[in-house]
């Protein structure tokens, strides 16, 4: 069990869990991990638009530049920009202060090495040790301390690069998008980009005031823009979430598509095109049934991993998969980006949508989803898993589902929660065993 680090970096309430102490901890640790030579160290530092990113930041500068490390500050920008930049740039490693699609009162450290990827649970692991060391005989020499600048180009430079993920030839004239940027990360960039390709651009979620970031917008909460598409009679919407690492689409009608259609999409286009770089796509445990019969309908397989976008990308760069994502919209195409990419991953349908010149609501209705329960239970840090009555349920709900659905019961990596998944053919059924097991661990937890 690891102390600090989670699914998806490190991660909890602003001032709480992540604490100002706990940052310049963060940033001495990380630093030391990744001086490798006798040269001046560069980080590059991003952010979304909570409240307590100014803070955090802060703190992770001072951490950083008492190691010796210099800072280039970015301000806020999606952390695939931030995985991006990194290696543009020519740093050793990069940071995301987000916590994603949670919401403002949480806050978290995304920690990128100098190729863009994030770190293994080996470098974790180490950098967690010397969290917990005494480090005041590591720090530099006052000749040696770093130093700290902010950067004002990068946005051009990330929408340029999102830009060139298209053919020369392909642009998005006559399209009308509404962009959700849940007042996050991306509320510049992405409309922007969009523009510069040509669509007609109608942008919400771009009012941040370090306190509203994923309140009822964005690709948790996208009643939005399903209300704004329907109204203005748009083309397409894109929601993404706070920091812009996952999307998910609304069609012209309106109708939520997820991240498991994104990928058939793609996955069926890329097949045509020759692009597939082995006969199949990697996603987890979460994806849904029906996608992986539609795939073994292509010849491609469904390969599962376990839950969270840096398992998926393991699997993809040890087997030499170009494509792969989570049905949460993380959708990861390795060819442009070493992370999830919610507007790259938005052009690439639009590429196809225009290509194909069909609707959206066509293009993305690939197969027809398994009936799929999620619900979550909150534990406040007991273990209810471990409960004999729980195990007993859980049993039940598997015996009774048999071979006809799935049943996931995982803690989240990001919240402390309890995830049940049911899926099947049979919604009564699938209803009812998530039900009982949702019912055991709320007991077991009380």
């Keep these: ?39 001046r160290h560069r980080v590059v530092i991003g952010k979304d638009t909570r409240l307590s990113g100014y803070m955090i930041e802060t703190a992770l500068v001072a951490g950083f530049t008492s190691v010796g490390m210099d800072v280039l500050l970015l301000g806020p920008m999606p952390t695939p920009a931030v995985a991006m930049l990194t290696r543009s740039m020519r740093c050793d490693m990069g940071v995301m202060i987000s916590a ?3 919401p403002y009162e949480d806050n978290g450290i995304k920690i990128f090495g100098p190729d863009g990827f994030k770190l293994s649970d080996e470098t974790e692991k180490a950098i967690e040790a010397l969290l917990d060391s005494d480090l005041s005989s590591r720090l530099a020499k006052s000749a040696s301390l770093g130093r700290a600048k902010r950067i004002e180009s990068v946005h051009a430079r990330y929408i340029e690069f999102a830009k060139r993920t ?11 998008v509404v962009v959700d940027c849940a007042n996050g990360a991306a509320y510049k960039v992405a409309p922007e980009t969009l523009w510069e390709l040509g669509a007609e651009v109608i942008a919400i979620g771009v009012e941040p005031d370090g306190f509203n970031i994923n ?6 909460a996208p009643a939005a823009l399903v209300a704004k598409v329907r109204e203005l009679r748009a083309d397409v919407g894109i929601a993404l979430d706070g920091d812009a690492d996952r999307v998910l689409i609304v069609d012209e009608k309106g109708q939520v598509v997820d991240g498991d259609q994104l990928m058939a999409v793609v996955a ?7 692009r597939l770089s082995q006969p199949g796509i990697v996603a987890t445990v979460m994806s849904n049934l029906g996608l992986e019969r539609f795939l073994s309908g292509l010849g491609l397989d469904l390969i599962r991993t376990a839950v969270g976008d840096r398992y998926v990308l393991e699997h993809m760069r040890e ?5 792969g994502g ?8 390795s060819d442009y980006m070493t992370t999830g ?9 639009m590429s196809v949508v225009k290509r194909q010149g069909r609707p959206v609501s066509e293009v993305c209705h690939c197969f027809e989803p398994l009936p799929q329960v999620l619900k979550n239970v909150r534990t406040d840090g007991g273990q209810p898993l471990t409960s004999p009555s729980v195990m007993v349920a859980i049993e039940s709900a598997r015996q009774r589902l048999g071979g006809a659905g799935r049943l996931l019961i995982r803690p989240s990596g990001t919240e402390p929660v309890i995830r049940v998944m049911g899926e099947g053919d049979d919604r009564k059924l699938v209803n009812e065993v998530v039900d009982d097991v949702v019912d055991a661990l709320a007991k077991a937890a009380a």
């Design 341 to 349: 990419d919610g507007l790259i991953a938005a052009l690439q349908l």
């Design 268 to 274: 069926r286009s890329w097949r045509e095109d020759g």
């Design 215 to 220: 309140r009822d917008v964005g690709s948790t």
């Design 100 to 102: 994603s699609h949670n």
């Design 166 to 176: 298209l053919p020369r030839s392909l642009d998005l004239e006559g399209l009308r």
């Design 326 to 333: 989570e049905q949460s919209g993380h959708i990861i195409l």
């Design 1 to 39: 069990m690891r102390r600090y680090f989670g699914t998806d970096g490190v991660r909890g309430r602003a001032n709480g869990v992540i604490t100002p102490e706990l940052a310049l901890k963060v940033g001495q640790a990380a630093g030391l991990m990744f001086q490798r030579g006798d040269y």
């Design 319 to 323: 087997h030499g998969y170009n494509l």
